[in-house]
């Protein structure tokens, strides 16, 4: 096995930077989409139920595999020990602070449009984190990503504490995913889970009640951190970009007309295509991301790198509290959905600003302390 060269994956933060922004904006496409969401638009976009198929099955498992594949090139050269208390200082902070902080205005909110709720937001707060309210359990909405990222590479960095099983592990995997496995194997996995697993367990978002998501989702992370090193894997994924490509844009369209109605549940094929897509999608991105952008290093980057956990921290509170209050304004369709997109990009980016440059703040949105404060 030849080691990856030791430079810095612009690939992977491009793509991480990519996954982000599509997420960010099918938030924005949520307020819209003809099923419950936090807060919803007066108007409803009907098509927006087809066009989320486009996302659905990639847009998250990619971000899983990617983060992964980022974890491994961040503790490459660090001690398990050491990896640990990094990433416990790097991820606890803004997931406490999301649960306290940024959430309670979301769920306020939905619950005052819900009509279950009519109080103002600290007695709001008060109730949730009351003894009763945490009976109930508090809401996580986007900070879920947060604490099973928490987890999963709490989990990755254990078996680096084993060398052996560890490349064990990793030298299996790569066996196991030689040649044209790699597009193949992963796609039967997943095609399992979604026909055995899915149609019981859905996907609920809570860490202590979702098979599917973790055997999906902890499956792909830790995929990524096994393989991130391996140059024989990048070139497979480069080899196969075009297979990929093929195999995404022929399975979407089934896909569609297989997930007819979109508010029933998905049949076995509807399962099995999904799964294929998936996959193929996910492997497509990587190939041509491999081929295309491991130089593309610059400021613009770096920005976006250091920018990219904040926003995606802000984005949903803005999203929603911007919602709430342009409802009354009765805008057209096209003026609101364009400002909605505004204030969420906008904004974060904003926040951004702001907390970067404020000491006490930075480690809150899972930024790195100042090397000024030192």
Not at 340 to 353: C, D, N, R
């Amino acid at each position: 096995m030849t080691p990856v060269p030791s430079q810095r994956r612009a690939d992977i933060d491009w793509i991480r930077i990519a996954a982000f922004g599509v997420l960010i904006l099918y938030h924005v496409g949520l307020v819209y989409a003809p099923w419950d969401w936090h807060v919803h638009s007066p108007h409803t976009i009907e098509a927006l139920g087809l066009a989320a198929l486009v996302t659905n099955p990639w847009r998250l498992t990619l971000l899983f595999m990617v983060s992964g594949i980022a974890l491994r090139f961040m503790v490459r050269k660090t001690p398990p020990a050491q990896a640990f208390r990094q990433r416990l200082e790097r991820l606890v902070p803004p997931l406490l602070f999301g649960v306290l902080v940024l959430v309670p205005p979301q769920s306020w909110i939905e619950a005052m449009e819900k009509g279950s709720f009519s109080g103002d937001l600290w007695t709001w707060w008060l109730s949730e984190f009351s003894p009763a309210g945490l009976r109930d359990g508090v809401p996580l909405n986007h900070i879920w990503f947060v604490l099973y990222i928490t987890v999963y590479s709490l989990a990755a960095l254990a078996l680096a504490t084993s060398p052996r099983l560890f490349d064990r592990l990793e030298a299996g995997l790569g066996r196991l995913l030689a040649g044209g496995r790699l597009l193949v194997v992963p796609m039967i996995y997943l095609a399992l889970l979604r026909l055995l697993v899915f149609p019981w367990a859905g996907l609920t978002n809570h860490i202590t009640d979702d098979p599917y998501n973790h055997a999906m989702s902890l499956g792909v992370f830790l995929t990524g951190f096994l393989l991130a090193l391996r140059e024989d894997v990048w070139t497979r994924f480069e080899r196969m970009r075009w297979t990929s490509l093929a195999v995404a844009v022929v399975s979407l369209p089934a896909l569609i007309l297989l997930s007819q109605p979109v508010d029933h549940p998905p049949a076995a094929p509807a399962n099995l295509v999904f799964a294929i897509y998936q996959w193929a999608t996910i492997c497509a991105v990587l190939g041509f991301g491999s081929r295309l952008l491991r130089g593309a290093d610059g400021p613009a980057l770096r920005y976006l790198t250091d920018a990219v956990f904040p926003c995606y921290l802000a984005h949903q509170t803005l999203l929603v509290i911007a919602a709430h209050l342009l409802k009354p304004w009765g805008l057209p369709v096209g003026a609101e959905a364009s400002l909605l997109v505004l204030i969420t990009l906008g904004g974060s980016l904003a926040v951004y600003e702001v907390v970067r440059r404020i000491g006490f703040l930075r480690p809150l949105w899972g930024l790195r302390p100042s090397p000024r404060s030192t």
